[in-house]
Nanobody, 113 residues
Framework: QVQLVESGGGLVQAGGSLRLSCAASGIIFSRKTMGWYRQAPGKQREMVAIIGPTGGTNYGDSVKGRFTISSDNTKNTVYLQMNSLKPDDTAVYYC???????WGQGTQVTVSS
């Protein structure tokens, strides 16, 4: 059984920071590519950041330079550090084992002006 449990969402002021966590179970974490995605009302779900099993990363254009994805294989946890948050970052953020149907429940991030 694969389970992804997210935490860390909340309400922050523009310019603030937030760190999301995704704790995974039921997978060989070190062999997987993990990702963060987000979806705002009326918009398609978009890739925010991914990290591969060797530590390589990719970011969506809208978050480059502001967000950082990292992972701790010993804890089976992936993180998303979000800095310089903007109101446009407001969305539900989801953790995913990339290219699979394994998704977390989503956590709401709201950035106020």
């Amino acid at each position: 059984q694969v389970q992804l449990v997210e935490s860390g969402g909340g309400l922050v002021q523009a310019g603030g920071s937030l760190r999301l966590s995704c704790a995974a179970s039921g997978i060989i974490f070190s062999r997987k590519t993990m990702g963060w995605y987000r979806q705002a009302p009326g918009k398609q779900r978009e890739m925010v950041a991914i990290i591969g099993p060797t530590g390589g990363t990719n970011y969506g254009d809208s978050v480059k330079g502001r967000f950082t994805i990292s992972s701790d294989n010993t804890k089976n946890t992936v993180y998303l550090q979000m800095n310089s948050l903007k109101p446009d970052d407001t969305a539900v953020y989801y953790c995913n084992v990339v290219a699979t149907r394994y998704w977390g429940q989503g956590t709401q991030v709201t950035v106020s002006s």
